[in-house]
């Protein structure tokens, strides 16, 4: 199993990314996905959850601002980033709800001022 996210970039705040996770290996359908950051010094944390029926959740910093969403035609997993703020800077990662599959590379994603 692979899960590759892309997407990530430089970009002032208020402007937007979308990030994009495709899975090899695995058929995504079954599973709760979601999507992860770390910054440097933190703990990696969820920011927003997609359930098996598609229902999203999300962490109350990112509330909002952020859509996670997914195809399964594509077996990819999105998240849709708007109004970036400085403190959304991180490595971003997809995986299952609960971390199952082993951790990709992520995609850096840092916010200007």
């Known amino acids: 199993v692979q899960l590759q996210a892309s997407g990530g970039g430089v970009v002032q705040a208020g402007g937007s990314l979308r990030l994009s996770c495709v899975a090899s290996?695995?058929?995504?359908?079954?599973?709760?996905m979601a999507w992860y950051r770390q910054a440097p010094g933190k703990q990696r944390e969820s920011v927003a959850v997609i359930a098996f029926n598609n229902i999203p959740t999300y962490a109350a910093a990112v509330k909002g601002r952020f859509t996670i969403s997914r195809s399964s035609a594509r077996n990819t997993v999105y998240l849709q980033m708007d109004s970036l703020l400085p403190e959304d800077t991180a490595v971003y990662y997809c995986?299952?709800?609960?971390?199952?599959?082993?951790w990709g590379p992520g995609t850096q994603v840092t916010v200007s001022s």
């Open positions: 995986n299952t709800q609960n971390g199952g599959f082993k």
């Open positions: 290996g695995v058929i995504l359908r079954p599973y709760g």
